[in-house]
């Protein structure tokens, strides 16, 4: 008797576990998916997105040398061949300012435009250079920053004449790198086991080690100037806005996923998204206090890789395999 008592017992404890993990996985649903899934000519990785002082010119990035250009504020989009040879790049940073563009990529290719990509040049880079070109930044007339997936950053003020190193040395080897609007720079290391900072004036990066088990998976600058972090398991962290050497309490903004969590940003200062694996997108409208899911895009087959809000109003998410979502608040049921 004593025996099924305690089978019972923990017959009960299991299904109380089971009725809380059901429970846990309830999270509110987007009702108003402003989400619209764009079906580009092009089956490659796409990392990134800029446009022009033109709102309605746009480019897109990617692996195998691809560049997809808009002239409909990216309702559509056609390829754009570049003669660089036979050699296949992977272009992972595209950036402009007013009319003029760089593209980054690798292997160890930097591209000009001062007419809103009529027409690329080559930029020269020294055989000494640390690393590949990562990611770019347009600052205005002939200058850019720069830097390489070792961590080095260049800027350069005579379109990429010459370019001045503004650390020491390099980090070492990153997943990824995130620079606030004020210049600041946070990079994740390649197995996601520390991430360092840097800022204007500073001679060299500052190392810190992770604050817990999960490796990190991505970093950035919130909207008042404060960290965040996701990290494996869906977890996600912001600096505490007293003391930015404080991490606040972890977050999983879908407790029971099990898709990671990819990147963050900003629509609003309250408007948050969240992106990750098989179409996994989340929405905050408290500043990442309570969160939502957009589950009209859980079927795009791709893994959400970056988000990125060129304004409140023009919006894009792209991944693989050549798929872009474009911020659209006025569809319904889009996708």
């Not at 660089?84 to 292997?107: C, H, N, T, V």
């Not at 629509?267 to 996994?280: K, L």
Request: aromatic share 10%; proline share 5%.
């Amino acid at each position: 008797m004593r025996s099924l008592l305690r089978n019972l017992q923990k017959l009960g404890v299991l299904l109380a576990v089971v009725l809380l993990c059901v429970a846990c996985s309830k999270v509110p649903t987007v009702s108003d998916n402003p989400w619209e899934v764009l079906y580009l000519p092009t089956e490659s990785n796409l990392s990134d997105v800029a446009f022009t002082s033109d709102k309605n010119h746009g480019w897109i990035v990617g692996s195998n040398t691809t560049l997809l250009e808009s002239t409909d504020s990216g309702k559509t989009w056609q390829p754009k061949i570049l003669d660089l040879g036979e050699q296949k790049y992977r272009f992972s940073s595209i950036s402009f300012s007013g009319k003029e563009g760089w593209i980054a990529g690798q292997p160890s290719l930097l591209l000009h435009t001062t007419d809103e990509g009529q027409s690329w040049s080559r930029i020269t880079l020294s055989e000494k250079l640390p690393g590949n070109p990562n990611t770019i930044l347009a600052l205005g007339s002939d200058s850019a920053e720069m830097t390489t997936d070792v961590g080095a950053i260049y800027r350069t003020n005579d379109g990429g004449k010459t370019w001045k190193a503004m650390v020491a040395e390099a980090v070492g080897v990153v997943r990824n790198i995130s620079r606030s609007p004020d210049g600041k720079y946070v990079a994740v290391s390649s197995r996601g086991n520390f991430y360092s900072t840097w800022e204007p004036g500073q001679g060299a990066w500052v190392q810190h080690n992770r604050n817990s088990s999960r490796r990190v998976q991505n970093m950035g600058f919130t909207r008042d100037g404060r960290l965040w972090m996701l990290a494996r398991g869906g977890q996600l962290q912001f600096t505490d806005p007293e003391d930015p050497e404080v991490w606040l309490d972890a977050d999983y903004p879908e407790f029971s996923t099990s898709w990671g969590l990819l990147d963050l940003a900003f629509r609003t200062p309250e408007e948050v998204w969240v992106a990750g694996g098989s179409g996994n997108l989340l929405r905050s409208l408290d500043a990442g206090k309570t969160w939502e899911k957009d589950r009209q895009v859980e079927d795009v087959p791709s893994n959400l890789y970056r988000i990125v809000f060129l304004s409140p109003e023009q919006g894009f998410i792209i991944g693989q395999n050549g798929t872009v979502l474009k911020y659209n608040p006025n569809i319904v049921g889009a996708a």
